[in-house]
């Protein structure tokens, strides 16, 4: 494997000479948005930079022009420094703060969005309130906004308005009304067609006479970063209110590249899948620190509610070596809303047929210009102990209380100075099993079958960073956090028991080297984990420090090219030195077509007991005696080290007149030592160090288009192949993993408030772990069946700011459920009981409605 990534450096370093060989002078055009020619100073000052020639950005269709030489700057820092400026670009995004110092009529909607112009003649059947603004320029070219500008509708002149102070006017709209009246004292007025009711009217007014310039955009709910040189797939929060998303495991229901499934019958714990791999190979990262990890991962994903996330990023294959070396198939990164710009306050309620209630609270206020406070709360219950779909006997979910709540603060002084800082708290309390357990009288006693969770987690984090105000490619930051867990739990007869105290610190330091072709970034790391657990009589300690350096550099000689070769060198308190080198290259011939190739390595320890919870809910044996070690290594096991490597393929395009697009990619994961979780003996559950091979294989198609306006549609399929070498077993298929998935969702939304969201699982079937072993009456079929499950939902949005919104929806709606869960179940403390062979829906048709309000 060395020499292959040895071979694909060398690769990468010849693309990159052949290509870069002639990048000196360009011309590049891209979108900025803006409104007015106001927008347009702005624009093309902040643009001319040096190495820029010329820079002209064209209201009309929102296109900025700008020529510069690629040895002095790059597309990357002309697009930043507009961002800076205040104006969105293609690919990068201005901040929020900045955003809302523009004066009112530059106020664009944000990007991320599509262009509607095209449709032509659209809704004029339904009522919508029309904004525009009235700038004058003189013959300097300064512009200032008119205040007393009349308007009104050509159908209806008896209902004026007139521009406030900053210019700005709006205006209703009713069915049937076409034409805008714009007129003032002393200019010849204009009567405006009114094409769409998409569209910003700017009303720009030179020479006495008054024009019009439209601006018209609409913001995409998921997208992939075209700047970026991983792919990095973007999921916003408009995309999140695509279905109920209470808590980031059900955040993933309307996206086709990873899956969230039950890791067993019992527990309620779920798990994301990448690439085909479980989810502890995905890193997962909270504002790029450590999110639930160790003994906290398997119920991590609800420990964060949906209504706190602001953006999930989704990177497969090799992250940065600056986030780390444990990303394996993946990183996850999760963007929680910040006090400084979002809303003074956010509720949520939710409920279903089934029992489960979850409230949500977000306050955020800003108590200076340099500080801010939020608040975010989550609570669920859940306490329908009756709920079992296939008769067995057991609860399909655990039943239960989960609070948890974020404290946090944000500071910038407005030189360079950020801080970040806060506190989170997590409660969970969940008991499950039978029906009629009773947690009083039937704990760890054979009257009935029962388990149950005692949770507690606090975290701290900080995040400092300073931009150097003599050169803004320049900074340094700190990133620092710590948490306490505690986990006790018992299943039937068994005890379980943990504790992690962890800390983590993260220095980083960016810069150029003698021009913006030439970046990177360096730091220092170290992660601290303490463990404890105690099963029954064994106890299962260790201390573990892995402290390090990492180094990235990007060569980026111009917009069509991105190189990004990163080291990490880091030591293991238990296994010595190791090095984690990774490189991605990004190659765009032209605007709307874009490659990326990306190779790596990445390491992690396996925390096997508190990854297979499900393991203690069966009659499996399990040797603790052989994985009790004095040494002070992790269960006796090797760390699991794995290379990745991927291409992928996307291209824009338009089609029916509106925005497209497809993408292919092709990820291929080789393990060198995985620990191997081996459920192929009915009686036993084993782990034990690979011998030979185990590699993933995923291939994933996606298609987007519009078929008219307001309708988005995503289609994808994906094929895995996953594959084992297993002691005494030989190679096989990793069970409960379909090797085919079908995906279509689709959002229709209109100006009124109405949304509607459908999405379609086709999931292939699956191998099952072997029961040839048992008697008849316990034995399984090879493979599950394939199923298909279907979610809807609809809401409606109130109010002039529409900041009230009724929802609706149904998951599962096929009814599609798995009838034996658990193997054995009328004999739960016998010899074959198992509830670790789920392979589709616990639960069956689901129905929940809920409320959102906010205040900007």
Known sequence: MNSIYKGFITLLFISIYTIGLAQQDSTITFEVAGNCAMCKQRIEKAAKIDGVSQATWNAQ????????????????????????????????????????????????????????DHEQDDHHDHDHIIRGVVVQENNRGDLTPIPGVNVHWLENKTTQKQSNEEGVFDIKHEKGYRNLVVGYAGMQPDTIEVKNLHEILVIHAKNNVLGEVVVSRRQRTAYVDKLNANRVETITARELFK?????????????????VVASDAVTGAKQVQLLGLSGIYTQLTVENLPGPRGFASPLGLNSMAGPWIEAIHISKGMGSVANGFESMSGQINVELKKPHNTDRLYFNAYANNMGRTDVNLNLAQKINDKWSIGLLLHDNFMYNKTMNFSNNGFR????????????RWHYE???????????????????????DFDKKTDKLTTNRYGLGFDIDRVEGFAKIGYV????????????????????????????????????????????????VNHKYRAGLSVSYDKYNENILAYDFRRTETVSGAFLEYTYAPSEKLDAVLGLRQDYNSIYGWFTTPRAVIRYAPTDVTTFRLSSGRGQRTANIFAENLGMFASSRAIDYEDLVTNDGTAYGLKPEVS????????????????????????????????????????????????????????????FRFMPMQHFETRMAYRLLDVQTDYIDRGRLQKPLTAKHRGFINMAYNLHSGWSFDYTLNVVGKKRLPSTVDNPVDYQLAAYSDSY?????QISKSFGADKNFTVYFGGENLTNFYQKDPILAFEEPFGNHFDTNLLWGPLTGRMFYTGIRYHIK
């Open 61 to 116: 269709d929102g296109m900025a022009t700008v020529a510069f030489n690629s040895n002095v700057t790059s597309s990357k820092n002309i697009k930043q420094s507009i961002a800076d400026a205040g104006h969105d670009t293609d690919e990068a995004r201005a901040k929020q703060e900045v955003y809302e110092k523009l004066h009112q009529c530059c106020l664009y909607e944000r990007l991320g969005e599509e262009n509607d």
């Open 243 to 259: 279905a109920a998303c209470c808590d980031l495991s059900e955040s993933f229901e309307t996206n086709a590249s990873v899956d």
């Open 396 to 407: 399909d979910m655990p039943v239960g209380n989960t609070f948890s709540g974020i404290n």
């Open 413 to 435: 002084d407005g030189k360079g100075l950020i801080a970040q800082f806060g506190i989170k708290y997590l409660s969970d309390d969940r008991t499950g099993g039978q029906i």
């Open 468 to 515: 150097f105000p003599s050169n803004k490619l320049r900074s340094i930051g700190l990133q620092l956090s710590g948490s306490h867990f505690r986990q006790n739990s018992f299943f039937g007869l068994t005890t379980y028991d943990n504790e992690q105290n962890s800390g983590y610190a993260n220095l980083l330091y960016q810069d150029v080297i003698g021009n």
């Open 643 to 702: 290379w990745n490597t991927g291409l992928t393929f996307d291209q824009d395009f338009r089609l029916f007149g509106r925005e497209s697009g497809i993408s292919f990619e092709l990820y291929h994961n080789s393990f060198t030592n995985q620990v191997v979780v081996d459920w192929e003996d009915p009686r036993t559950v084993s782990f034990y160090n690979l011998d030979g091979k185990s590699y993933s294989n995923s291939l994933q198609a996606e």
């Open 788 to 792: 298909v499950t279907m979610n809807a």
